[in-house]
């Protein structure tokens, strides 16, 4: 297969990217790829703070997550929250024990002062993940979920209220004073990198964030580094989460070519290709329209086989 | 047996002084038991913040405590201490499953701002305390062992390093600019206590924080409330923790008769009855002669009954 000359960076959320992200991390080699993770989601319970896309994306190339749920650790128990409950304290967002111990350990880094970045990077050694892993942002930058029932953060929309509330729009709090993370930064001023890969991820709370914060969108299509996007809607469905469910909201299309409008129309440009499932190649026309290629493949991944082949895929697009 | 008529406040630091606090919960009417705990050894540990002499308290009164090990939760299990170790992480401070929510618990409230006095107060509430449990300061105080390694940080002299290092001296960063816990002030100069009882806890590093602290010991001396102590040393052995120990390290005399001149000397005049073992009547003349009356009772507390009896000795000895 044809690999990319240079460093590929892909833009991820939590499940849906991860999945691609393992496929990115087999099919290349060692220390070519680099992630940068939405902190969006990221949120302060109990003292903590509680990474969601980073701790899944880390957990997915450390070969530690739950295979069933896609998110979590395999093997986990559930001692604390059980303790927790038996107090009368919140218990809606599932913290396992296994997972506790990751969310206590960066807090102890980080109330040393170091930054996000830093203990990120020393959370995926620990883990044995060799992808470069970087928070978008070693600021706070917190999704706000704005809905039918007032305005709510992103895990109370997500995980208190199970996505319920009809969603209107978002704003990121924070996102006007927050830099993108240094490294991140210089990976993509400095001519070096190959490509980008937007994984198929929640559009407007996972990737949303990213390519707005700094304007990092316009750094990377001044860039003129190419940047492939796989659609996180297959046949009208969202993969996994909501997107789905906020696009109907929006009164978007609930499709492919909706996702695609929703890239076109806030990041004119930046997508030379835009990469669809078999079941929507009728999409193509209309998402070519937008001023993007189109390629058609198999996106669902469901085995590890389906995360290499979409990679080598999206590798591969990079290439051409 | 005759009580006293107003307020009983016991000033303790961990499992000695809970041993005689739940002894005094037993006897007294709901409502009549304060406590205020030592904070010196509270520390920071994983962005949380411990406080073991106000947990042990807490979970002996609330009926939770280890019986064979005396402090920590009954039922206990290490899942998450187990995975920090997998991460690589400081696993010297033994944090159990269910302990750990506590502190998650306690960091969270903290985390919004409520004071420490106000979180314990609640604390108690949840686990069925009905004594009031007081912090002896809602403002940090910590205490470093100086030793002939070099000064530490309490729970790091005393966990980390099980005591080996030999104690020179102590001293309690921020007690200079840490108020008393204001209700704990305000009962105490309200004119209607009926009497401090010092527990059997350890007097360098658990009863000196606490009568140091915004000069506390003067506010109870000019009170005239009658203080009565209870021997941490039986027979020239501390019953737990390090107090002979450090005594022998100090140089000064294993015995109870150390104590009550350690009290004597930097609090003069405070003590009204100091009380020590059966096995130690031999020492009250010496006691005596350092302005005490002395008390000579079983102060050993191995079942419930000798909690019991032990506080009924010390609450007839206010009623005096």
């Not at 303790?83 to 350990?105: I, V």
């Amino acid at each position: 297969m044809i690999l990319p000359a240079g460093p590929v960076l892909a833009l991820s959320g939590g499940v849906g990217g991860a999945k691609l992200c393992l496929g990115l991390d087999d099919r290349l080699p060692a220390g070519q790829l680099h992630i940068a993770c939405n902190t969006g989601d990221d949120f302060e319970h109990l003292g903590l703070t509680i990474c969601p896309d980073i701790d899944t994306v880390l957990y997915t190339l450390g070969g530690v997550s739950n295979p069933e749920q896609g998110w979590g650790l395999a093997g986990e128990t559930w001692q604390v929250l059980a303790a927790l409950e038996r107090l009368g304290a919140d218990s809606w967002f599932r913290l396992g024990d296994r997972d506790l111990a990751t969310h206590l350990w960066r807090a102890g880094e980080l109330a040393q002062g170091r930054a996000l970045s830093a203990v990120t990077a020393d959370l995926a050694r620990r883990l044995g993940v060799c992808a470069t892993v970087y928070p978008m942002s070693d600021d706070p930058v917190r999704t706000m979920v704005h809905t039918a029932e007032g305005s709510l953060p992103f895990q109370h929309y997500f995980v208190r209220e199970q996505c319920r509330p009809a969603v209107q729009g978002f704003s990121f709090a924070g996102i006007d004073s927050a830099a993108l993370q240094p490294d991140l930064a210089a990976l993509c001023t400095s001519g070096s990198l190959a490509g980008v890969i937007i994984c198929p991820s929640n559009p407007f709370v996972s990737i949303d964030p990213i390519l707005q914060l700094d304007s990092f969108w316009q750094t990377l299509r001044e860039s003129r580094v190419p940047v492939v996007a796989v659609a996180p809607i297959v046949g009208g469905q969202a993969l996994k989460g909501p997107a789905a469910k906020m696009m109907a909201e929006l009164a978007l299309p609930v499709t492919a070519t909706g996702v695609a409008s929703h890239y076109a129309q806030r990041y004119p440009g930046l997508i030379k290709t835009f990469v669809v499932d078999h079941s929507d190649a009728t999409l193509a026309p209309a998402i070519q329209e937008l001023g993007m290629e189109v390629e058609v493949t198999a996106t669902i991944m469901r085995e590890r086989a389906d995360k290499q082949a979409l990679a080598r895929a999206c590798l591969e697009l990079l290439c051409r």
